[in-house]
């Protein structure tokens, strides 16, 4: 367990979490749930028993460092990683790995988003061991994949290749054949259908040696770039070294830069209770609804009202009357009332609101 490390990735900012996910206080570093833990908390909370308090690192902007410290206040500084600019997750995945890998050679590296669901943990534990013996044994690349319920076009698709004794059961992993990102919702259904597609639940698992030699072969510049980190990691020349490696590396995402490329990725067929919980519409879906199938947090009255989800400020009465599939949504001066099948336009009002002012967004 001590070679096992996992990295959180929670520098985003969520905007069709909007109005609670803000610039300055993104969706990760709130209590969505009500649970008492924020979302950050709960997914390093996850991995307790999986690997040492000391080998969690988080990834993040530098504007939240402080808050991450806040809420694990266990973590020591070496343990926050401090992105000075976005870069998607590619130099985020190199960063962290090439850290971790220049302290641990021997090192078997999970990397999970700061803002998921979980809700069958023991399971996600099981799944989350079965990778890393698979990782520990192979030179592999490891993502999990979801069994879908629904054509969702908000999601990512993995096409494996089917094996006689395939499964959820024995969790062994299936060699991955395509990603497909985003599909319109006929290919989403045919994606389905056929039973050979996963949702990608972005959450990957190798050891450090593997990953390294996927950024050598698929995203050199990338390597070379975080490579010569390797005597400033763990220093007080760390800070300046990644400002100035940030500055030169480009923007893309991990799985365009090598999972979609490599051909040593399997999928892990896997069972969990998962969402991404990207948008109000995944939180409807994973939260108790009473009998008028209405998700509510706050201090409401309800009357002739369903299929809603309302998350208002416990200090005000809110008083709804009349409505059918709607969001309602308050937070730090800000309310949002929108049909929840229009979610979508959560992205224009957060462009909308950025031009009436900052304080907005």
Not at 298 to 327: A, E, M, Q, S
Not at 347 to 353: E, I, P, T
Request: glycine share 6%; proline share 4%; charged share 25%.
């Amino acid at each position: 367990m001590n070679h096992t490390y996992v990295i959180i990735m929670a520098g985003g900012v969520g905007t069709r979490f909007w109005p609670f996910s803000r610039t300055s206080y993104p969706k990760q570093f709130h209590d969505v749930l009500g649970t008492g833990r924020t979302l950050l908390q709960q997914t390093a909370d996850r991995f307790d028993g999986i690997c040492p308090p000391e080998n969690i690192y988080i990834v993040t902007s530098s504007l939240y460092k402080d808050l991450c410290q806040q809420q694990l206040p266990q973590l020591s500084d070496d343990q926050v990683l401090c992105e000075p600019i976005a870069r998607n997750t590619a130099p985020c995945v190199a960063y962290a790995c090439y850290k971790i890998a220049q302290q641990d050679p021997e090192a078997n590296i999970v990397v999970a988003p700061a803002d998921h669901i979980i809700l069958k943990e023991e399971e996600f534990k099981h799944t989350i061991q079965k990778a890393l013996d698979a990782t520990k044994a192979d030179d592999i690349l490891v993502t999990l994949g979801i069994q879908p319920s629904r054509p969702d076009t908000g999601y990512g698709y993995i096409q494996y290749i089917p094996e006689v004794s395939e499964g959820i059961k024995n969790q062994r992993p299936l060699r991955v054949k395509t990603f497909t990102e985003k599909p319109h919702l006929e290919l989403a259904k045919q994606f389905v259908e056929s039973g050979e597609f996963v949702w990608n639940a972005g959450i990957f698992v190798w050891n450090a040696q593997t990953i390294i030699k996927a950024f050598e072969t698929y995203l050199p510049e990338v390597a070379e770039i975080f490579e010569e980190g390797k005597d400033a990691y763990y220093t007080e020349r760390e800070s300046a070294f990644v400002d100035r490696a940030y500055s030169l590396t480009k923007s893309i995402s991990i799985d365009n830069g090598i999972m979609e490329k490599a051909a040593n990725v399997y999928v892990v067929l896997s069972d969990f209770g998962w969402s991404d919980l990207g948008t109000w519409k995944s939180l409807y879906e994973v939260s108790d609804k009473n009998d008028d199938f209405n998700v509510i947090d706050g201090h409401i009255l309800l009357y002739d009202t369903k299929n809603c989800i309302i998350k208002t400020p416990k200090d005000r009465l809110v008083v709804v009357n009349g409505l059918d599939g709607f969001i309602v949504a308050e937070y730090d001066n800000v309310l949002m009332i929108c049909r929840k099948e229009e979610e979508q336009k959560v992205k224009n009002f957060v462009a909308d609101a950025k031009e009436r002012g900052i304080e907005f967004v």
